[in-house]
């Protein structure tokens, strides 16, 4: 029967090859410039062991709780995993910066002026119930997910006309316009639902019940709030696919949730799950050492390269607020953060500044303007702070001794420029209304690092404090902008497109629970977001990118944080992964497997080799 299904699947490869042939419109990838690393007859990625045994089960952490299985409302606190049970049109490679090739959908045929794009799905595409996946699915999931789905896929797919079968392995989206560069890999991007299943069960509620899925996993167990269980499916549909070949390797996936992240570190080493990245500084300078697993190789301490841009982490003001519409009451602000102290004395030296949105990539503008970009920036001189055409952004810098008094009387300079003073030890505006900030958390372990910022403040006469709610109360209040300052972080791609108008631009500024949490709205950004969509050639992208990133820092909507382009991991010596890590991915929960051997080797108190 296996023979059978791997010469079926050999077979339907091979039409496909031949179909690209006779129709060179047709393609089995699909990239922003057109540049793809793997051909047409690859096997496999190349950052998977193709071989790689199927067993065992791997258990991870979720922190605070759940409420939902649907990922794609507004409504609710989603569960950890949930993207294991579903398929896209295409999969993304992690070894290239913006590529994807098939899988719902063998072939992919984009317009030549690039008004429309065209998918002819696999015949042997189906969801978890046997139910097979046709074109009429894929139609049902885009107008769904823009009716009833989260606020941003109405604004990332607002460029789409429309969408139609024309047949039932056939669908194409046709565009409003042909400049929208990334529009098309947002499209293959796009989850595939069942819609039969929604014919019967409304789509934009909470549930504790999954739908079928086209991924490789199903949702066995649920206990709310507290646990999920996800279960390989057998004969996976896609399992022999180039694009899924070696990879989701376990039999089982299970999230284990603690109610914050001092009790999961002290449950990782109880065996209570296997696997966790540390982003805590002083846990993994500090707390790892001294466990004997770590001292008898029962588990495995690494470093891993990341070579994906850090983006950006940060202090957001709530730019819906008056108190902080002044630039110079927000330079003020981040005057106040002393960076070097927190680094060397809570982070043990193991972060670098941020000074970009694109932090660790060759997007961040860590140089003067170019030609060029003065080029795209002068349409815009009266619009943008004059910083931007003559000076990199830099984060203000202190010794690192604790005493930061030279920034903190700058601080108090711009704040009396703005208009406001001391009185009576508290810093007033010109009606005597105090200026009070609200740091919102929903847990507690980064009260450490807000504390000594917040005395900061205080010296300056604010009114600063620390509020930490639940999960749901936190995700409420982020959606509605209840808030005054919020810790934030933005993950940026090595090809930014229309994602960054869910970031930053105007139009989504005042749609509940967009990311845009800042609130920005400026014309200029707009400006800018555009031609970085519009970009024809990665080197135009990069001015773009650059000419974005000097004009949002110089705004100063944030006090920037910090960034490391490492993943600090560390796991129960069960596992073994291949011998090249996905440069732009950890690729732990896809490409890694489970050793019985050296499993059983830890159940006997023993250690296993190193990998």
């Known amino acids: 029967m296996i023979r059978l299904l791997l010469t079926a699947i050999a077979f339907t490869a091979a039409l496909a090859t031949a179909a690209q042939a006779n129709d060179p419109s047709k393609s089995h990838g699909l990239s922003a410039f057109g540049d793809l690393k793997y051909g047409s007859a690859f096997k496999h990625f190349d950052y998977v062991n193709p071989d790689a045994p199927k067993g065992g089960t791997i258990r991870l952490a979720g922190i605070d709780s759940f409420d939902s299985l649907n990922p794609y409302i507004l409504k609710g606190v989603p569960v950890a995993g949930i993207g294991l049970i579903h398929a896209t049109l295409m999969e993304r490679a992690t070894d290239e910066p913006d590529a994807l090739y098939g899988l719902v959908a063998e ?50 797919f607002a460029g789409v006309a429309n969408v139609k079968a024309l047949g039932k392995h056939r669908v194409k989206f046709t565009f409003k316009t042909a400049n929208n560069r990334d529009l098309p890999l947002q499209i293959a991007g796009l989850p595939v639902l069942s ?50 070949r070696g990879r989701y390797n376990f039999d089982m996936v299970r999230f284990d949730y603690f109610r914050d992240r ?7 080493f109880s065996k209570s799950y296997d696997f966790r990245e ?12 001294d466990k004997l697993p770590i001292k008898d190789s ?17 202090f957001f003001f709530n730019m819906r607020r008056d108190k902080f519409k002044d630039r110079q009451v927000r330079a003020a602000l981040d005057l106040a953060f002393d960076f070097e102290w927190t680094n060397k004395t809570l982070f043990y030296g193991l972060y670098d500044r941020t000074n970009s949105m694109f932090a660790n990539s060759a997007l961040a503008a860590e140089k003067p303007p170019t030609t060029d970009e003065i080029k795209l920036l002068e349409p815009l ?8 055409f003559s000076k990199v952004y830099q984060s203000p810098k202190t010794d690192g001794s604790g005493r930061n008094r030279s920034n903190l009387r700058k601080a108090t300079r711009l704040l009396r420029k703005a ?12 009606s005597g209304k105090p200026l009070t900030i609200e740091f919102l958390l929903f847990e507690s372990s980064f009260q450490r690092i807000i504390s000594p910022y917040v005395r900061n403040l205080k010296r300056l006469g604010i009114d600063a404090r620390i509020r930490i709610v639940d999960v749901a109360n936190f995700q409420h209040r982020m959606q509605q902008y209840d808030f005054d300052v919020v810790v934030q972080r933005y993950v940026q791609t090595n090809t930014p497109g229309i994602e960054q108008k869910t970031y930053f631009s105007s139009k989504m500024a005042d749609v509940p629970g967009s990311r845009n949490l800042a609130g920005i709205k400026n014309p200029a950004i707009d400006y800018l977001i555009d031609k970085v969509i519009e970009a024809k050639s990665r080197k135009n992208l990069v001015t773009a990118v650059h000419a974005l990133d000097r004009v949002l820092m110089w705004n100063r909507y944030m006090v920037p944080q910090w960034y490391k382009g490492v993943h600090n991991i560390a796991y129960w010596n069960k596992f073994d992964r291949p011998s090249v890590k996905p440069k732009f991915d950890l690729g732990m929960l896809d490409t890694w497997w489970y050793s019985a051997k050296k499993a059983a080797m830890i159940e006997a108190g023993k250690a296993p080799p190193k990998p």
């Open 278 to 289: 540390e982003f805590t500084s002083r846990s993994w300078a500090t707390q790892y050492e």
């Open 419 to 430: 208009g406001w003073k001391i009185v009576n030890n508290q810093l007033v505006d010109t």
């Open 107 to 156: 072939t992919v045929s984009l317009a030549p002026d690039k008004s429309a794009i065209t998918f002819d799905l696999r015949p042997t595409a189906k969801f978890s119930d046997g139910s097979p996946i046709t074109a009429a699915d894929v139609v049902f999931t885009f107008q769904t997910l823009v009716k009833k789905g989260h606020p941003q896929y109405r604004f990332i």
């Open 195 to 244: 819609k039969s299943y929604y014919d019967k069960v409304p789509f934009d509620q909470t549930t504790m019940t999954a739908p079928p899925g086209a991924g490789p996993y199903r949702v066995v167990e649920v206990d709310p709030g507290r646990s999920v269980l996800y279960q390989r499916v057998k004969n996976y549909w896609a399992a022999q696919l180039p694009v899924m």
């Open 298 to 314: 029962r588990i495995v301490r690494a470093t891993l390269p990341d070579a994906t841009p850090s983006g950006v982490q940060a």
């Open 262 to 268: 001092d009790i999961a570190f002290q449950a990782f």
């Open 381 to 388: 001189r009266d619009k943008v702070p004059p910083e931007v």
